[in-house]
Each structure stands twice: as structure tokens, then as C-alpha cells.
């Protein structure tokens, strides 16, 4: 709250602007803004201004605001008409309509948000039923005021004051309030009780104003009796130039400007300012600049605005203006081009001819400055140039050049096209025309009158100088420079040169020469150029230049009084101050409201008076007060104000509406574009720029633009200070606003999605710890178990090599036993081999055997000898032994020899079996009782029933078996 009120006081104090000096002749610069503009309602019935210098307006369609920039509406509740508005300084906002009234505050956001009141109204007057009129701030006292009643909202309470007769309007005048009851005389307000004002019946019905006059007194203006002073004890007319101009044109509201003077607005016709010894020193209506002739309210802001709401439209006044203009409004003169005011007649040379009205004198004591302007008979056509040469009025035209004698014209020469008329020495003049130079020399009168035309030269001579040398320097209508020498006695060209590009200047066209401070100079696109007589060429000014900044490129000087000279830059005007030697000032601060209003490349500036100058301007005149151009106001900029701040990212959104850069706000990350519009209070016409920087983002300044919003994208998180200032015509520079916001983190980094992931961190942790844990478990176990399988492994292995070892013994004994039992086999059969063979040595031997008488033995003998013999070779149990022993050595032999081949009969198994043990024939024979035949045969048989091939070994495939 403090600080709204310290911005309040900032806004009164610091724009220190001096009491307005209103002149009389032309109207202050009035600026317009049209339904079009602020895009509401016709009808504006009020108009405040709050603690940031935002101006509000009770409109029919709510409550409008503008901010020198962007235009706002806030409907009321149930889109009421706005028809009281009322700020607080404290950033509230009041406001009232049909039945209703209550504030607008901001909300956190930067919203504009409706607080209704009259649910406070005591239930005995409710519901209300009226339009609130009126709304006055006291203090912490706020009063709203209806036709039917009167109230006082305090301390969060409501208390009403009723009259028995319907109430017109209430005024606050200082601390004192005001009001009319209807048939009953005008009545203050003290407290909640009324008390009438004695004598107040004089004043008939309708009191519409109210205002503080003089010391003690007030005045009181009424629709339709005039105007009324009232000095504490008693009411009396007051006679003056406005009472029958409001009597006729209705008045209906009335403001206080700071100074001497007072605004009314009428239902009919536009506003008048009056002075307080009551002289009308403006009118200003639809014909003079307001858009709507009906004025609904009147209001005065901290830099003297004058802000008119009316029945269509807003304007604003621009009444403490060095300039007043005046604009035909009918086209009844056409474009001007030259102007001037001589022997109490203003002079208007325009396309269509030369126009003149009277001047009223500076002691006329009439309404207003009347303005009549008349076409003088035979100028029709072209007007270049009016120039008042010792007294003598003349005038550049299309058809020639004329001296011009109150109301009628004189032919001086018919050459024609009079563009320029300069001095030409003492006694002379000389002119520039389409067709080259003409020279005047005054008659005997003291007029001017035509001598000759100059001889050898005829180009069209737009701008014509005289240098310190007696040279003529010709600016040609279209390209390039000539210097010009012309005889004793100036009636022909005896030298020129013709300079263009190649002689130094940027260019061939568009450059003109003009006389500043004595010394010859020629503007150009590119800067102002001099001349070099030692090098023949033009080179930079390049001092002027500088100082001259944006000017440098003007293209048109005009003298003003003493070393002050007009710089006009293709439709921009500036004053330029060159007394101070060494120093250069320029402004054009004041003057920007005439940019692009001059016919470009026909400027005209005439200087009437030690003060007052005479502007041209496309479809009229201005007038400029040199004294209050010169007088500098003290003015300290507001801050510029952060209007919005809006989201980009998918389609545009409002994220906050605001009226300062107080409130910090905080953006989600999803809507990181952004685009934040400002703008600066201020209201006077001029050319605001704005710089901008965005700490946090951006690593320096901006350059100066036009621009008023900013779009910044891709925002990461973090905190932003956006800064911004403004400049009002490239000189006075506002303070810094410094706007705050923060970008929050995207949802997985915001401090939810923090704690959300410290609290994974720590389940994380406990479940790698309880992983690791049971891994390292599991581990162990598994070590364990491997330790165990690794000693099972061993154990195993030893008892694998233990019985391999076992085995090998066995083998080995089994082995050992086999060649044992394979000796034995062996040693068997050959026991059986040496016992057959031996029997069989004894059958033989037998033979031989003779009896004791010497006789052989007999047949009976021997056989039963032989079968004996026999007998023992052929003995089973040699053979049974002999199988034991072989299968023994040779495990399953015949078991698998019969199984493969169950034919053989035991012959062939024994057959096998010798076989086996690789036995020779003869051996075998012996075996079997056989011969060696026999055993060949046996062996033949034997592999036929073996089946064998004819190349398979008979004991290989044995011992394989």
C-alpha cells in the first residue's frame, strides 16, 4: 500500500509540468481515439487515472483502460454500463452502474477482478435500483452516489443517506461536497447529514458542476442559467463571454485545469476554456478536432491532459502545448504551402490560390479568433511562396509573382513559377523560377518591381544563396548544384559550373543549399556538405553532422530568430540552437506532433512576431509560441508498465494480465514461450523506443524499438529478470522496470519428482544393498557349494582313480592271471599235443613190438593196444580241462561263437579254440587225432560256415571275436 502511495506522489511531483499558458488563436493539439481504437462502446461517461498512470473510463460496454499503448475492457457484472469510475491511488479501482457498485483490484495473478459492494447496503434500502453517478474518494471514506441516494462506504460498512426529493449530482470540491436535490435547492454534504445552502434557489435546476474558484469562492455552472459564484454566504451570477455560449450549447461538466483556467464540456457543442476573469480562451469542437460535439465527461491528469469522454469516442487535449493548429475541416482552401501574417491579415498560400482572414490583434477582448479565409480575386492556382521583403508582401506563383495588398494582388512579372525570393545585396532581390534567375529593384513607391531576367542561365532554380563572395550557389529543381558569377550589374552569367557526384556530393539529386549561420551549406540523403574553394569539391560537414544526429540527413533549413534554424528531415522538425559558439542543441521533443503534417519538400516556417512562428501544415496552419517551446519542463518519466504476459508455446494463452512488474510469477516449463507486452503511461505525443534486457537469458541490452512486446522461447528453468525502460524522442530515458519470473522445472525435475526420485534413490539403495547382500549370500552359497562340488569332485575323482587304480590292479592281476591261465592253456595243450604225440610214437612203436618168441604181436594184441592208445588220445577229459582253461583265459568264447553261429558242431569249436591260440597245423592235428590234411579240410569247412571273405585271416577274425 505504501508503495502505491509513493507512486502517487512520484506521479504529482516529479512530472512537474507548469501551469499552461493557453493561447486563443488555432486549437491545442487534439489526439483522437476511435471506437475503432479501443474496440468498446460509444459512450464514455467517466474518466480516472490510477497510481501507474493508466487512465479508466466508465464505457457502455465496462471498464475501459488504456496505458499509452494497449487498450483493455473488464465487463461489470451482467455487462452493466459502467457509468462512475474512481481510483484510489491504492490500486483499487472503483466503479459503478445500474444497481451496482464495488472495486477492481488485481488479483495475484495480475487479473482484474470485481469486488462487488452493494451486498454491504443496509437490507432496508436494498435491492438498489439506481445508476451510480457519482464516486468520490475521502481518505478511507469512498461515496457513491445515485439519483435517489447517497453512499458512504467506511471500515467495511455501508451507511446511506436519503433526501426527500431525488438527488442530481454530488461534487467534491477540495473537502467539501455538494449536491442538488431536485426542485429543492443545492445542499452539503457534512458527514451523512445534508444542509442547504442559503439562496441557492437562484440557481434553478440542474447543477452540473461544481469547482473551486479563487480563494474561498466556488464556481457553479447549471445546463442551462450560466454561471454562478458562491462565496460561503450567498450565490450571484457571474457575468462573463462564456454564460451565453453554455446557456445555448448546454453544459454539462466542468474541470479545473491547474493554473488560471477551467474546462466545460457541452451536450452540444464541444469544450470551452475559460480564465477566471471569465474571457472564452478556446473552443474546441467537432470542427476543430473533437470527434463528437457531446462531452459525458472531462477529466485533467498530473502532465495537463485534457481527457474528453464523449457520446462517440475519446480524445485527449493536449492544452499546455507550445502548438495550436487550425485545419480546415471543409477542404474549402486545399493543401498548404506557405503561410504568413502581415498587417493584421493572415495569408494562406495553397494549391488553389491565396487565401486570407482577419488577425485579431493580441488585445482583442472577442469570444475567439475568428477565421473567414477568402480567396483574393486572380490568384487561382499554384502558390510557391509568400516572402515579406522592407515591408512588402509577396507572393511565388505558378502564374508569376504578385505583391499582395490587403485583399488584392499586383502582377509583377509573369514569368512564371516563383519558387524562392532571396536579398540581393542591399536594394535588390533575387528569385528563383522554372526558368532560371530574375532580379527586382524597388520603385519609387518602395515596391517591388521586375528589372530583368538573368541572361545565360535557365535552369529551374528551386533554392537560391548568395555566398560571402558575392557567388551564386542554385540548388536545380531536380539534380545537381550550380555556381553561378554573374556581371557588375547582375544582368548576365559570366561564369557557372555545374557540380554534381564527381565533384564530392553522395549524389546528383535531391541536394538543396541553404544559408546556416553565414556559411553556405547543401543538405543531401547522406548529410549536410561544404564547399572547398581551394579544392573545387564538397566534403562532409562532419561537426554539424555529428551533433546534428538523425538530422544530419534533413533536407530542408528555414531561419527561425536570431541563430536558431529549422532542421526538417523529410517531414521530422527539429529547432536547432546555434548562440552558444562551440555548442550545438537540437530538439524535436516538442515539435513531434508535426512530423509528416508538412507538404514534404515545401516546408515553411515564418517567423510573425519575437515569439510567435507560423507553421504550414497540409490542410492548415500551426502556431508555435517561442516561449513556451523554450521553456524547459522538468519531466521525470513513469516507469514503464509489464501490460501482459502471454504463453506461445501451442496457441496463445494469457498467463498473467498486469498493471506494474510487482508480483513475481512462476510459469510452468510446458508453457516456456513467452511474450511479455509493456508499455510507458504517457499520452503527450512523441516517439517512444524501448530497450529491454532479460537477465538470465540475454548477455546485453537490446537496441532502441518501437516495439512493445518481446517474445522469448525455449526457456530453461531458472529465475528471469526481465528489465525494460523507454525513451520519449531519443532523449529523456525512464527508469529501469524490473519484471521477475521463474520457470519452473519440467515435471520430472520439480521437487516432487526430487523427492519422488531421492525416495527411488533410497529404495534403490536398499534394493542394490539387499541385491548385493543376497547376491554375496548366494555367493557364499555357491562358493560353498563349489567347494563342496570341487571336494565331491575330488572325491570323486580319487575314488574314480582309486578304482582305476583298483581296475588296473585287477587288470593287471586278471592280465596276469590270463597269461597265467593262457600258460596253463598253453602249457595244456601242449601237454596234450606231447601226451598224443607221444602215444601215437607208441602206437607206431607198437607195431614193431615182438613177443617174447620173437614173433610180432598179434592183430587182437594190437588192436586192443590201439583202441587203448586211442582211447587216451581221443579222451573227453582232456578236452574238458583244456575248455575250462580256454574259457577261463578267454571269457564267452564259444558262448558268443555260438550264439553268431549256432551250426558249428564241437569239432569246429575245438577247431576255433586252437585256432584262437594260434596254433600250427601240425599241432592241431595232433589235437584233434587228425592229419594235416584233415586240419586244412577242417579249416576250409570252418570258414564256410563262418561265412567269411575270401581275403578275411580265419585267426585274426578269431582272436577278434
Known sequence: ?????????????????????????????????????????????????????????????????????????????????????????????????????????????????????????????????????????????????????????????????????????????????????????????????????????????????????????????????????????????????????????????????????????????????????????????????????????????????????????????EINSPLYFYFDKTGKFGTVYSSIIF??????????????????????????????????????????????????????????????????????????????????????????????????????????????????????????????????????????????????????????????????????????????????????????????????????????????????????????IGKKYWFINHGRVALADLSVPGRLTIDSNRFSMLNGQMVQNYENINLINNQIYLISVDDGFVILNDADASRQPMIKLPPVLIRQVENITDKTSVITDMNSAENEITIPYNKNNVRIAYSLPYYKQSKIKYQYYLEGYSRQWSEWTTQTQKEFTNLSQGTYHFKVRAKINDANISEVTTFTFEILPPWYAGKLAIAVYVLLIILLYYAIRYYYRLKLKRHRQEIQEKLQREKEEFLRREAIASQQRIVTIKNEQLQADLASKSRELANSAMNIVYKNELLQKISDEINNFKDSTGKKLSEDQLKKIHKVIDQGMSDDRDWNVFENSFNEAHENFFKKLKHDHPDLVPNDLKLCAYLRMNMSSKEMASLLNISLRGVEIRRYRLRKKLNLAHDKNLVEFLIEL
Request: aromatic letters at 14%.
Open 1 to 317: 500500500m505504501r508503495k502505491h502511495f509513493l507512486f502517487a506522489i512520484f506521479l504529482f511531483t516529479s512530472i512537474w509540468a507548469h501551469p499552461a499558458d493557453i493561447k486563443s488563436i488555432g486549437v491545442p493539439y487534439v489526439q483522437n481515439y476511435t471506437k475503432a481504437q479501443y474496440q468498446s462502446g460509444n459512450q464514455n461517461w467517466s474518466v480516472t487515472r490510477d497510481e501507474h498512470g493508466i487512465m479508466y473510463f466508465g464505457n457502455d460496454e465496462g471498464l475501459l483502460s488504456f496505458d499509452g499503448k494497449y487498450w483493455q475492457l473488464n465487463r461489470m457484472p451482467n455487462g452493466l454500463i459502467v457509468r462512475s469510475v474512481a481510483a484510489d491511488g491504492k490500486g483499487k479501482i472503483y466503479s459503478g452502474g445500474f444497481g451496482e457498485f464495488g472495486y477492481w483490484e488485481n488479483n495475484k495473478k495480475g487479473f482484474l477482478k470485481y469486488h462487488s459492494l452493494i451486498s454491504l447496503v443496509p437490507k432496508q434500502f436494498q435491492p438498489v435500483k439506481e445508476e451510480t453517478w457519482k464516486i468520490y474518494i475521502d481518505n478511507d471514506k469512498v461515496i457513491f452516489q445515485s439519483f435517489g441516494s447517497i453512499y458512504i462506504y467506511t471500515q467495511g460498512k455501508i451507511n446511506v443517506v436519503k433526501a426527500p426529493k431525488p438527488f442530481l449530482f454530488l461534487f467534491k470540491t477540495g473537502s467539501r461536497y455538494f449536491v442538488e436535490q431536485v426542485d429543492a435547492g443545492l445542499f452539503e454534504l457534512k458527514g451523512d447529514r445534508l444542509t442547504y445552502i442559503a439562496g441557492s434557489n437562484i440557481l434553478g435546476s440542474r447543477v452540473l458542476s461544481v469547482l473551486p474558484f479563487q480563494k474561498g469562492k466556488y464556481l457553479i455552472g447549471t445546463a442551462k442559467n450560466g454561471l454562478f459564484i458562491y462565496d460561503g454566504s450567498s450565490i450571484k451570477p457571474w457575468a462573463n463571454q462564456a454564460n451565453d455560449f453554455l446557456k445555448t450549447f448546454q453544459l454539462n461538466n466542468g474541470t479545473v485545469i491547474p493554473g488560471k483556467y477551467i474546462a466545460y464540456g457541452t451536450i452540444l457543442n464541444g469544450v470551452i476554456i475559460i480564465d477566471t476573469a471569465g474571457n472564452v480562451i478556446q473552443h474546441i469542437n467537432k470542427s476543430s478536432g473533437l470527434q463528437n460535439n457531446t462531452v459525458l465527461s472531462l477529466y485533467v491528469d498530473a502532465e495537463q491532459n485534457l481527457w474528453a469522454g464523449l457520446d462517440n469516442g475519446i480524445d485527449r487535449i
Open 343 to 560: 498587417n493584421d491579415k493572415i495569408y494562406l498560400g495553397t494549391n488553389q490560390g491565396l487565401f486570407y482572414s482577419e488577425w485579431a490583434n493580441t488585445g482583442s477582448k472577442q469570444l475567439l479568433q475568428p477565421f473567414d479565409f477568402k480567396l483574393i480575386p486572380g490568384s487561382q492556382g499554384q502558390v510557391w511562396e509568400l516572402s515579406l521583403q522592407d515591408g512588402r508582401l509577396l507572393c511565388g506563383h505558378n502564374d508569376g509573382t504578385f505583391q499582395v495588398n490587403g485583399s488584392s494582388i499586383t502582377k509583377i512579372t509573369s514569368l512564371s513559377g516563383g519558387w524562392t525570393i532571396k536579398k540581393f545585396n542591399t536594394d535588390r532581390l533575387i528569385q528563383g523560377t522554372y526558368t532560371g534567375l530574375i532580379i527586382y529593384r524597388k520603385d519609387a513607391g518602395g515596391n517591388w518591381a521586375f528589372d530583368h531576367k538573368v541572361e545565360g542561365f535557365g535552369e529551374p532554380s528551386r533554392y537560391v544563396e548568395q555566398d560571402n563572395k558575392g557567388q551564386i550557389w542554385v540548388s536545380h529543381a531536380y539534380k545537381g548544384i550550380y555556381k553561378v558569377t554573374l556581371s557588375a550589374d547582375s544582368k548576365k552569367v559570366i561564369s557557372q559550373k555545374y557540380y554534381d557526384k564527381r565533384s564530392g556530393l553522395p549524389d546528383s539529386y535531391n541536394v538543396g543549399v541553404f544559408n546556416l549561420d553565414n556559411r553556405i551549406v547543401f543538405s543531401s540523403d547522406s548529410g549536410f556538405y561544404i564547399y572547398d574553394d581551394i579544392t573545387d569539391r564538397f566534403y562532409k560537414y562532419q561537426q554539424l553532422n555529428k551533433k546534428l544526429n538523425t538530422f544530419a540527413s534533413s533536407n530542408k533549413v528555414i531561419a527561425a
